[in-house]
């Protein structure tokens, strides 16, 4: 499933490809594709916007017209082209077409139909979206350690916490595993056993990851590759996301795999300690500038 930094990363590619586009006509071939409104009235709707603004909160992406916000959440494989012309609707897992004005077709493929869109008319504020109503704040916003602790289900695991989005917005499976290496956090340490210390450089380091990784727009890997041309580079920097076996890049131990709620997790026993362990300085090497 694309992250924060991948979602962003389509999100810059569409905006350089659709900013000022025109919606001629609009084809919905999988009918809960739009969530929140019946397909015929969402096509109706976009008919003849423009789209003039684009944004992102968690792993939603926005597209901004003429009159209304346009919310996608490709879930685990939606994905995006934007071709020279309309292709045959026939073709498979085409769920959403939408022709442009000046003969390009922008095109939503979903092999697994989780995707999801959703139309508001457009709002001051994205967040009064109802489909917002459950999501915490964005991890590239402003969060105070304070605030950040008020938002922790205290007994879960700090990994598990990070992968909720009503906890905060745009982290998964990669990230999280990174962003606890960075911190030198063990996973499975319960989320209220954590210091203002160890929140606070759980946040410094989830900026800093996340920039980074949209700097090298987004991590490759099989469950998500880009539509769009976009080859992301951030999995030449992932130090133990699926590195089972392998060293760890600071103290030479292996790292190692368990499941930290159903979810495959990596990390170093060495420099990951648990409760006690935490205290130890963030690993200064996602600072070391995006050009290496």
């Known amino acids: 499933m ?4 991948e979602v962003q990363t389509v999100l810059n590619t569409l905006q350089d490809k659709l900013n000022g586009a025109v919606i001629s006509r609009v084809e919905i071939h999988h ?3 739009p969530a929140n409104l019946p397909p015929d009235e969402f096509a109706r709707a976009l008919q003849g916007q423009t789209i003039c603004g684009f944004s992102r909160i968690g792993k939603y992406l926005i597209l901004i017209t003429t009159d209304y916000d346009w919310v996608i959440h490709l ?3 939606g ?3 934007v071709l020279d012309h309309k292709p045959d609707p026939r073709e498979k ?4 077409m939408f022709e442009l004005a000046d003969g390009r077709c922008l095109v939503y493929h979903d092999v697994r139909k989780f995707g999801r869109m ?4 457009k709002q001051e504020n994205l967040r009064d979206l109802p489909v917002f109503d459950k999501v915490g704040p964005d991890a590239l916003s402003p969060i105070s350690p304070r605030e950040f602790r008020s938002r922790l289900r205290k007994n879960r695991a700090i990994k598990i916490n990070l992968l909720d989005q009503a906890v905060i917005a745009g982290i998964g499976n990669i990230y999280a595993d990174e962003i606890l290496f960075a911190s030198r956090i063990h996973p499975e340490t319960r989320a209220g056993d954590l210091s203002d210390d160890d929140l606070a450089r759980i946040l410094r380091n989830t900026k800093e990851i996340l920039q980074e990784a949209i700097a090298r727009k987004g991590t490759t890997i099989r469950s998500y590759t880009s539509s769009l041309g976009i080859e992301g580079e951030f999995q030449n920097r992932l130090r133990v996301h699926t590195k089972d076996g392998t060293l760890c890049p600071v103290c030479g131990s292996p790292i190692e795999k368990i499941k930290v709620g159903q979810r495959a997790t990596y990390y170093c026993p060495e420099c990951q300690k648990t409760a006690e362990g935490n205290s130890v300085p963030a690993d200064p090497g996602y600072r070391t ?4």
């Open 75 to 77: 879930r685990m494989e």
């Open 2 to 5: 694309p992250e924060g930094p």
């Open 31 to 33: 009918p809960k594709l």
């Open 118 to 121: 959703y139309l508001y008319p």
């Open 79 to 81: 994905k995006f082209f």
């Open 93 to 96: 897992h085409m769920h959403a």
């Open 289 to 292: 500038g995006i050009g290496q």
